[in-house]
């Protein structure tokens, strides 16, 4: 069985400082991990994803994850926080077990950049 | 990336009446899904739906429920049938690239269609 849980509900950074959204995953698989962004009133957009080449994934707007195994993490990460990070963030997994390439999502982590 | 379009963006509906919510996809794509996500809560599957085949539902979801068409590979409905307050949610329906292409097991996500019952 696939599952994520991310472990942050709510995190609030400073606009400038460092981001850092946690997420562990649970699969039976090799899976394939994604981040996924949703803004107030808007759709779903893809920030980034894993699907077993390179551990460290650069994904759009200055964020990255890395896959790490051992620990079954999927961080994502961003360098300097901007005021138009302000979002809900999902980390999401997907394996071939499932029907088709199903997404899993998890709970979200709201972010909230203050100035 | 695949261009898709949903329709309607939002409705509010009476209790006991049915909705059916129409998605678009700017190419043909072999999986199409359903979520649902209710009010500050994440995303949850509904069905997984592939053209020329009854649509498969995940558990908690019936098709008597959540009736889904897929008549070909740019189009799927879901209905949500005899609707109650519980059901106001954003249903949103997605598309997987197609295996051979670039946009291998990447998913794009409609806007979403708001509803609410009253």
């Known amino acids: 069985a696939q599952s994520v849980t991310q472990l942050d509900s709510h995190v609030s950074v400073s606009e400038g400082t460092p981001v850092l959204l946690r997420c562990n995953y649970s699969s039976s698989y090799s899976p394939s991990l994604f981040w996924y962004v949703q803004h107030p009133n808007k759709g779903l957009q893809l920030l980034l994803k894993y699907t077993s080449a390179a551990t460290l994934v650069k994904g759009i707007n200055g964020f990255e994850a890395e896959f790490k195994k051992s620990e079954t993490s999927f961080h994502l990460t961003k360098p300097s926080a901007h005021m138009s990070d302000a979002a809900e963030y999902f980390c999401?997994?997907?394996?071939?077990?499932?029907?088709?390439?199903?997404?899993?999502f998890g709970k979200g982590t709201s972010l909230l950049v203050t100035p | 990336s695949a261009v898709i379009s949903q329709k309607p963006s939002r409705d509010i509906c009476q209790r006991g009446t049915s909705l059916t919510i129409q998605c678009q996809v700017d190419?043909?794509?072999?999986?199409m899904f359903w979520y649902r996500q209710q009010p500050g809560q994440s995303l949850t599957l509904i069905a997984t739906?592939?053209?020329?085949?009854?649509?498969?539902?995940e558990s908690g979801f019936v098709i008597d429920k959540f009736p889904i068409s897929r008549p070909n590979l740019t189009f799927s409905t879901l209905t949500v049938s005899n609707m109650s307050p519980e059901d106001s949610s954003i249903y949103l329906c997605s598309v997987e690239g197609e295996p051979t292409s670039a946009l291998n097991n990447e998913q794009f996500f409609g806007p979403g269609t708001r509803l609410t019952v009253l």
């Open positions: 999401v997994v997907s394996d071939q077990a499932d029907s088709g390439y199903a997404l899993n």
């Open positions: 739906a592939n053209q020329g085949s009854e649509a498969t539902y």
């Open positions: 190419s043909q794509v072999t999986m």
